[in-house]
């Protein structure tokens, strides 16, 4: 049977208000994975250069791609001369080097390789320009009115941007529905190449943030430093995205800002229909408590209802990290 998903703002006593939650990026939003609900927001929707967190949407496609059968992660893709002439975070791949999906994925994810991105962009489409276009048309049904992507890769280009809101709409959109792209959003360390060709994650938080699932950074000098950070805590998971950070280490810390929040704030709990969410006790009111309801949403996938309340001894404690 198809059930109802809610996310309910837990009582105000209960949480740390929305006005001392402070970030420094100029624009940042915090959104729960499995409903899509924004648990916090800082000018969500200007358009804003993303840099290589552009690549949510290239590995997106790729995933996609794989999953209806169209690519397999041991297919070769050999790389052209505009491919390897990418520059910037790169594996230095030569034109007509061939590697595997699996190793290509894994570079863009691990070490954000424009030239890796750009060598599955082509095999994808033909062509980087084709593929494009399918990142424009794909960003259109997810919903993403503040995005346009002129590359696959993220370097400067004149009109491609995007917003915050937009890039975790995209990043719920990998996160939830292909959940095999942790095999590499995880990695912290690994190799390419037969052990050549050393990889170390630009998402420090894949290392220093517990429960860290991903997902993707990116700086450039005009886009700042970027980021899309997910993370896990007793079966929730948290999106969230930072744009223009003044330094890279800031990025790091405004994200886990946010999500310290979100995990010390909201929980998933599981509920049927049936089963009644616990009074909520009210202070200097006509009645001792209240007795809260879900409100009613349809949603696309067929979890539970859920309920954001969580006692302040348990809030203290996540907070305590």
């Known amino acids: 049977m198809k059930r109802l998903l809610t996310l309910l703002c837990a009582l105000l006593l209960l949480t740390l208000p929305a006005q001392a ?6 624009s940042a939003v915090l959104m729960e994975r499995d409903t899509g609900t924004v648990l916090f927001e800082k000018d969500a929707h200007t358009p804003r250069e993303p840099a290589s967190v552009t690549k949510v949407m290239t590995l997106l496609l790729v995933m996609e791609a ?4 169209q690519l ?3 297919d ?4 052209s001369a505009h491919a390897a002439s990418m520059g910037g975070s790169q594996i230095w791949l030569k034109e007509g080097e061939a590697l595997s999906v699996a190793d290509m994925v894994k570079a863009v994810c691990v070490v954000s390789a424009n030239d890796c991105a750009v060598a599955l962009a082509e095999h994808l489409s033909g062509s980087e320009e084709a593929f494009v276009e399918r990142m424009n048309a794909r960003a259109q049904e997810l919903g993403m009115e503040d995005t346009h992507f002129v590359n696959a890769c993220g370097l400067p280009a004149e009109g491609h941007v995007t917003s915050a809101y937009d890039i975790a709409l995209m990043s719920r959109e990998l996160v939830l529905h ?19 060709s050393s990889l170390v994650n630009t998402n420090k938080l894949v290392r220093f943030y517990p429960g860290c699932t991903g997902l993707k950074t990116g700086s450039t000098s005009t886009a700042g430093y970027c980021l899309s950070a997910t993370a896990e805590k007793d079966g929730m998971e948290l999106i969230a995205v930072i744009l223009k950070g003044t330094t890279s280490a800031q990025r790091f810390e405004d994200a886990k800002t946010l999500l310290n929040h979100g995990f010390a704030t909201y929980t998933l709990c599981p ?9 909520i ?5 006509e009645r001792q408590t209240v007795q809260p309801r ?6 696309s996938s067929p979890w539970t209802c859920r309920s954001a309340w969580r006692p302040r001894s348990a809030r203290a404690t996540a907070w305590g990290r």
Do not use: C, F, K, N
């Open 21 to 26: 939650l402070e970030v420094e990026a100029p």
């Open 66 to 69: 794989i999953d209806s059968g």
């Open 72 to 74: 397999r992660w041991d």
């Open 76 to 79: 070769l893709v050999t790389g």
């Open 178 to 196: 292909h959940p095999d792209i942790r095999q590499y959003t995880t990695l912290w360390m690994d190799t390419l190449r037969d052990g050549q």
């Open 271 to 279: 509920l049927s229909p049936a089963h009644a969410l616990p009074p």
């Open 281 to 285: 006790p009210v202070t200097l009111g």
């Open 294 to 299: 879900p409100r009613q949403r349809t949603w």
